[in-house]
């Protein structure tokens, strides 16, 4: 049973399995929006990429602020984006999805449109 238990006991989830829930893709993609609105795509991107090793720490410092953030933004939206960072994958999602967004069609970035969990590579032949 030790034995057991000590071969999983430095598990860690690998990026590319994170997958988000409906609600924190939905929160996610507020965000997303809000940065291509400001045209603020490359500096957000460049900034996720540098502090992504620090996903966990920026996660937890939201918990640590919800009080006074709660003034401004719901506290249930921001758990469950603290939630969302906390995951290993979720930098390299986040940078993918503000990439796919800020490419797509203006109608596809409107809230009512329907959201996919990731792009997926198209083959153009045009």
Known sequence: MIKKW?????????????????????????????????????LAILTLETCRPLNYIGSQAIHFFTPLLSILVDPRAQKIFADFLEQRGSIEWLCQRLEFLSNAKPEDRSPNAESSSLPVSKNDDS
Do not use: G, K, N, S
């Open 6 to 42: 000590l071969a999983h006991a430095f598990a860690v989830e690998r990026p590319e399995d994170f997958a988000p829930t409906v609600e924190q893709q939905q929160i996610a993609d507020r965000i997303c929006r809000e940065i291509i609105r400001r045209d603020m795509v490359t």
